[in-house]
């Protein structure tokens, strides 16, 4: 069982088994949810729809094709595999 220690700030660091486990990197969001039993989870972060907020129609940022989209949906999902 992987296990990391918490530092005198807090910290800990994720052991390599269970970021590659998670598909995360260097940047991404981890959540840490507590069950009614007092258990723990970690999940890969989920993003807040307000966060998205402006991220359309940007004066000088060109639109992205749909081939474009289908090839970034396609690198995150085989992150998270």
């Known amino acids: ?8 700030k807090g910290q800990i660091t994720l052991p390599r088994q269970v970021r590659q486990h998670l598909g995360v990197e260097t940047g991404d969001a981890v959540d840490f949810v507590i069950g009614a039993d007092g258990e723990v989870r970690v999940r890969v972060g989920e993003i807040e729809v307000t966060e998205l907020k402006g991220l359309f129609k940007q004066p000088g940022r060109r639109p992205v094709t749909v081939d474009e989209m289908d090839a970034a949906i396609r690198r995150v999902q085989s992150r998270r595999r």
């Not at 069982?1 to 005198?8: E, G, R, V, Y």
């Open 1 to 8: 069982m992987p296990t990391a220690t918490l530092t005198s």
